[in-house]
């Protein structure tokens, strides 16, 4: 029951198109190794909230909000290994490589699922290849 004569609803947001990304893991040659994946797994299935922050190439048009879906790929079982959404505008950072790369950016992730390859059926890189032959998947 209403006790006044004045009622505003709260007009919805207006609904940015959020963006879905493809980002790479080969746990060979990165800074994010395979043991601090299997940490983070299991710090994500105890609720627990992991900080998280990964080079985007295509960096133009990320924004805060938008899709990734993390791709493993180098040896051993290959595919969707991680999903959320950037928790981050892209931001300047250091090179995690080398260091001879002067400008590198990254976005912050926020995770919302992880697998772990040896252990769960997984969306492989083969299947995608077969699906999307027109994208390099691995």
């Known amino acids: 029951m209403r006790t006044s004569s004045h009622y505003t609803e709260k007009k919805p947001k207006k609904r940015i198109n959020q963006r879905t990304y493809v980002l790479m893991w080969n746990p060979k040659i990165s800074s994010y190794s395979q043991a601090e994946f299997d940490c983070d797994l299991y710090r994500l299935s105890n609720e627990e909230d992991i900080e998280l922050d990964w080079s985007i190439a295509e960096w133009r048009e990320a ?3 938008d899709h990734f879906y993390m791709i493993k790929v180098g040896k ?3 595919g969707v290994v991680m ?3 950037f928790k981050s505008k892209p931001h300047l950072g250091q090179d995690w490589r080398d260091g001879k790369r002067e400008k590198i950016l990254y976005v912050n992730l926020e995770i919302k699922h992880m697998i772990l390859p ?3 059926p997984l969306l492989t890189t083969k ?3 077969e699906a999307i032959p027109d994208f390099d998947w691995s």
């Open 63 to 65: 924004r805060k909000g």
């Open 76 to 78: 051993g079982k290959c």
């Open 83 to 85: 999903s959320g959404t």
């Open 118 to 120: 040896q252990r769960c």
């Open 127 to 129: 299947k995608l290849s």
